[in-house]
Every structure is written in C-alpha cells, then in structure tokens.
C-alpha cells in the first residue's frame, strides 16, 4: 500500500500570507494525486487533481506542483475562507489520504 | 448530488448497512467511492466500485467485513458493514469519481483509481456497547 506523509500537521498562519503543505508518496505515484479542503462540519472538496490541475471554480491563489514522490499545494494571498484543513489524495494505487494540514488563524 | 442515510448507534460485532442516493447526473457510469472520518481524526478511504459495480476495491482495514454493492436501477450505493468494531466509528461520507468510467480507465494510471469531486454530507456510525 502507498503512505502518504503530509507536513505540517498544523500552521498558524495571517491573512494575505503564503503558505505551502507537502504531500510525500512511498513510491511514485505519476502525478496521481488530488487536494482537498475540509472546512469545520463539511464534506471535502476536490481543489486540484493531476497534481496541479486547478477545477473549475477554484481561485487561481491555490496551485500544485510536484512530481514522483513529492507534492506541494501552495495558497497565496491567504483569505479568510481559506482557513480549512487540506488533504492530500494518491489515486496512482487505490486510495490514500495524507494526514491533513490544518491552517488556523495567527 | 448525494445523500447518506443508514448511520446509526451499534453495538460491536453488529451490522450496519449505509445507503447513498444519487441525483443530478448519469448514475451508471461513475464509479462511487465510500471514505470516511473518525472524531477528530483525518480521512480513510474504504471501498470504491465501478460504475458496472463488477470491480470493487477495499482498505484493509474493512476486507473481509464491509461489502460495497450498487444497485443502478435506484441510483443508490451500499456499504455493508460487519463485525463492527469500536474503531469503525466515524463520519462516513460518499462521494463520485470525477470523471465517467470510460475516461478514467484512459486516464488513471490503474484504469480505475480516481479523485472524487462530488461528497456527500455524511452519516455518523458509532460502534459502541
């Protein structure tokens, strides 16, 4: 099975900051990988797949990069809705969430 | 759209069966995925099915004591639960393959392992004497 590392667990963070959470893969897994985020009380919602294809309707401030066993989610310009917490998905072998990141509000 | 319906108080080693009505879209060619959330605690994946319901994949954690099914005439997906155990109890959420089947086995790299852009809501599970 594919374990997916994420870091940080958790960042204190200000609005209009920059912030940057990594997803390492055990193996390769060819840009097979999705971000989400997580708001308190809600379902997840997809951000980015492809490692750093933007879907459709999401701000242009989240963007992905990466490739073999590691992947990066970068927000710019932080915004207050974007106070969540952010998973990581391998979709290369089955399925694997990372731990998730949890961006609270310095 | 997807709703969840079934999560209920349990004891352990009971059974449970969870149910996911879909709407709003071509039910049968998507594969479904059930994921879920303990108290606190990050995301799982469980079990996902093919938009046929001919392919199934499971975590190791559920083989051999949940079971995915779908029934396509009711635009419904299961998870059947057995022999449930304190450490199942989570949040259970199901959600849709991005794409149709037919794309994903050109673009996934397994042909079906995907991401998943549509969730549903939830229901809670909680194993418990």
């Known amino acids: 099975d594919i374990q997916m590392t994420q870091s940080p667990s958790s960042l204190s963070t200000s609005v209009g900051d920059t912030v940057t959470i990594t997803c390492r893969a055990s193996?390769?897994?060819?840009?097979?990988l999705a971000w989400y985020q997580q708001r308190s009380g809600s379902a997840p919602k997809v951000l980015l797949y492809a490692a750093s294809r933007l879907v459709s309707g999401v701000p242009s401030r989240f963007s992905g990069s990466g490739s073999g066993t590691e992947y990066t989610l970068t927000i710019t310009s932080l915004q207050p809705e974007d106070f969540a917490t952010y998973y990581c998905?391998?979709?290369?072998?089955?399925?694997?969430f990372g731990q998730g990141t949890r961006l609270e509000i310095k | 759209q997807l709703l969840e319906s079934g999560g209920d108080l349990v004891q352990p080693g009971g059974s449970l069966r969870l149910s996911c009505e879909a709407s709003d879209f071509t039910f049968n060619i998507y594969g479904m995925t059930w994921v879920r959330q303990a108290p606190g605690t990050g995301l799982e994946w469980v079990a996902s099915?093919?938009?046929?319901?001919?392919?199934?994949k499971y975590a190791d954690s559920v083989k051999g004591r949940f079971i995915i099914s779908r029934d396509n005439s009711k635009n419904t997906v299961f998870l059947e639960m057995n022999s449930l155990r304190a450490d199942d109890t989570a949040e259970y959420f199901c959600?849709?393959?991005?794409?149709?089947?037919?794309?994903?086995?050109?673009?996934?790299?397994?042909?079906?392992?995907?991401?998943?852009?549509?969730w549903g809501e939830g229901t809670t599970v909680i194993v418990s004497s």
């Open positions: 193996q390769d897994i060819i840009n097979s």
């Open positions: 998905q391998q979709y290369y072998s089955s399925s694997t």
């Open positions: 959600a849709k393959d991005a794409d149709p089947e037919n794309v994903v086995a050109l673009i996934a790299v397994n042909g079906y392992s995907y991401y998943m852009d549509v």
């Open positions: 099915i093919s938009g046929s319901g001919g392919n199934t």
